[in-house]
């Protein structure tokens, strides 16, 4: 191998050493939660200079199987500051539940890997290895908590629906392959050149709706979300906070391999498919968030609003003709929306988390009463993270909704009533995300409130999560020229 | 018929779909666990068969049908701890009766 081959895979291979040393540091010094979690925050802000130092130049590895382009630099970020922001805001939950802290990091940086792998693969065996080593130890994540009945039961929904979509994409898969005769992503399009339309096959046509449900599930898209609530209610909060961001952001990764790259000549047999994913998934995730008094489940549902907006940026893709402004602007809103979502979701899990620094606090919606008195500046970034969430400007929400619309208008056609479709289901939003704003603001806190923690970890993790909310909705400059070019490297 | 791709790939989707009806059908925590394996094995079977009949695929089919079997293996014992933890909460393995979770 050469030196440029081992810097394209040194940060993936940086971030599974890290998850290895975790667990050798565990060894050493047993139940030493505070040494952990300084080992894991230094240790993914090196990878992070791993990353940057590894840059994007479009090496391919391993015979071109792994690729570091400026799509896998962008999305390798995105991915670390994930685990940074999750590892930061954890200890705060698990520590007064008696839940060790070495396994949790070392289990979430194992899943990261994954998502990794998803980002740079260009063959369809390595997208599904990374696809599985991403989903198993989310599996493991969601039913941490295994003496806690609900964090057992949201694991096991989790997982059996979660391994079923995985055999419906395999099996999509194994046509892809058969009938394409390559695992090479790059291979792939090349023998699916003119094969739209009448010319599809019968086991091509199989394959991609194999591929397309196998997929839904995945991003948990109507109507494939049903494993969600129960996984995202059940998890222990933090795991939530990762569920709802990591496998979503990664999955949307697989998506862009997948579809983008090596289905991009069939995307007329796919758009339609994605059009109707796209609105049913943002206007029914909504819908149901409006009814919703747990705020874990309330944010489920809300996390499934924003898979559809995110198909909104993948629709306009697949809309807008080949090589156009509005096909490119589509990739970037996609890609500029996981980064946002990233901050605004994680951020405001953190809150959550906050409030539940002590057992036996619950995730009604009712424990935020009188939060804006009784901790103003917990407070003040909750509702930052719900305007966000919402898309009220100037956060970076705003940004991330504006760009993808203005691709789904540009794209014209169906893609425009998308368009529409979002800008309504927003107005929507808006209802049951304020309505949490006005119980921190408008109700009396009751008597037994418990006092939030405010640990160093848990404010630098709220800082992290508000500087990115804010900055990319002020000075969306900062990551829009990497996007750009994040997406360029997917267009040929 | 009997000895054409065609014949083998229609025998894969139909495991592939005894699978997904048993895991729909069942109520049972470690019988959809087997159905998902079921599942799993026709996409093998779909693998391999692709591998024998079609001559540039043969060298590709046997690696992918192996590391499909490793994944298998490591989903299910994943699976089977998920499903022991659970177990010891509520003392049954069906599914309807996780329940404590409600809209």
Redesign the interface.
Same mark, same amino acid.
């Given at each position: 191998m050469t030196v440029a081959e081992l810097l394209a895979i040194a940060p993936l291979v940086f971030v599974i050493g890290l998850a290895i040393a975790l667990v050798v540091v565990d060894m050493i010094r047993p139940h030493d939660d505070r040494l952990i979690g300084i080992v894991a925050v230094v240790g993914l802000v090196v990878g992070l200079e791993v990353v940057l130092l590894a840059n994007g130049d479009g090496t391919g590895v391993f015979g071109g199987a792994y690729v570091r382009d400026r799509l896998t630099f962008f999305l390798d970020l995105v991915f670390l500051a994930i685990a940074l922001l999750t590892i930061l805001f954890a200890p705060d939950y698990l520590r007064p539940r008696g839940l060790p802290m070495a396994e949790f990091a070392a289990t979430l940086l194992f899943a990261i890997s994954g998502a990794m792998l998803i980002g740079g693969a260009r063959d369809l065996?390595v997208l599904?290895?990374g696809l599985?080593l991403l989903v198993?130890p989310g599996?493991?994540l969601a *039913?941490y908590a295994?003496?806690?009945?609900?964090s057992?039961?949201?694991?096991?929904?989790y997982?059996?629906l979660g391994?079923?979509s995985?055999?419906?994409f395999?099996?999509g898969l194994?046509?892809t392959?058969?009938y394409t005769?390559s695992?090479r992503v790059a291979d792939v399009a090349v023998a699916l050149q003119g094969v739209t339309g009448p010319g599809l096959s019968a086991?091509l046509a199989i394959g991609l709706a194999l591929l397309t449900s196998g997929v839904a599930f995945k991003i948990a898209a109507v109507p494939f979300h049903y494993w969600t609530?129960?996984a995202y209610? *059940?998890s222990p909060t933090p795991v939530t906070g990762y569920l709802s961001v990591g496998p979503k952001v990664a999955a949307f990764a697989l998506i862009l391999r997948l579809f983008v790259e090596a289905l991009a000549p069939l995307k007329a047999d796919w758009v339609d498919a994605i059009v109707i994913l796209a609105a049913i998934t943002m206007t029914l995730g909504n819908l149901?968030a409006l009814?919703q008094d747990n705020i874990k489940?309330m944010l489920a549902y809300s996390s499934i609003a924003h898979t559809g907006y995110m198909l909104v940026g993948l629709a306009a893709f697949a809309g807008a003709p080949a090589g156009s402004p509005a096909a490119q602007a589509g990739l970037e809103g996609l890609l500029f929306y996981a980064a946002a979502y990233t901050f605004m979701n994680l951020g405001a899990f953190a809150v959550v988390t906050a409030l539940q620094g002590r057992t036996g606090v619950t995730s009604q919606i009712a424990t935020f009463a009188g939060l804006g008195r009784r901790a103003p500046l917990a407070g003040v970034l909750m509702t930052l993270f719900l305007l966000s969430l919402t898309g009220i400007p100037p956060t970076a929400g705003f940004f991330a909704k504006a760009y993808v619309i203005l691709a789904a208008v540009q794209a014209g056609g169906w893609v425009s009533v998308l368009a529409v479709v979002a800008v309504l289901n927003a107005a929507a939003a808006a209802f049951y995300y304020l309505r949490v704003v006005v119980w921190m603001y408008m109700r009396e806190a009751p008597d037994d409130a418990q006092p939030l923690t405010d640990s160093w970890p848990m404010k630098a993790g709220l800082a992290a999560a508000a500087l990115g909310t804010v900055l990319f909705g002020l000075v969306p400059g900062v990551i829009i020229p990497t996007a750009q070019a994040a997406a360029q490297a997917l267009l040929p | 018929m009997s000895q054409s791709l065609d014949s083998y790939?229609a025998l894969s989707a139909l495991l592939?779909a005894v699978?997904t009806f048993g895991?729909l059908a069942r109520r049972n925590?470690i019988a959809?666990?087997m159905s998902?394996e079921l599942?799993?094995n026709?996409?093998n079977l779909?693998?391999v068969a692709?591998g024998a009949f079609?001559p540039?695929?043969r060298g590709?089919a046997s690696?992918?049908a192996l590391?499909?079997m490793a994944?298998a293996a490591?989903?299910a014992t994943?699976?089977l701890?998920?499903?022991i933890?659970?177990y010891?909460?509520?003392r049954t393995p069906l599914?309807d009766e996780?329940t404590?979770?409600r809209?």
């Open positions: 065996l599904f290895l599985e198993l599996y493991m *039913g295994k003496r806690d009945g609900l057992t039961e949201g694991a096991i929904k997982f059996l391994s079923f995985s055999a419906i395999l099996f194994a046509f392959w058969g005769g695992t086991g609530p129960d209610q *059940g149901v009814t489940r | 790939l592939f699978g895991f925590a959809m666990l998902i599942m799993l026709a996409v779909a693998i692709f079609v540039s695929l590709d690696v992918i590391v499909v994944v490591a989903e994943v699976g701890a998920i499903v933890a659970i010891r909460n509520r599914v996780y404590q979770m809209e």
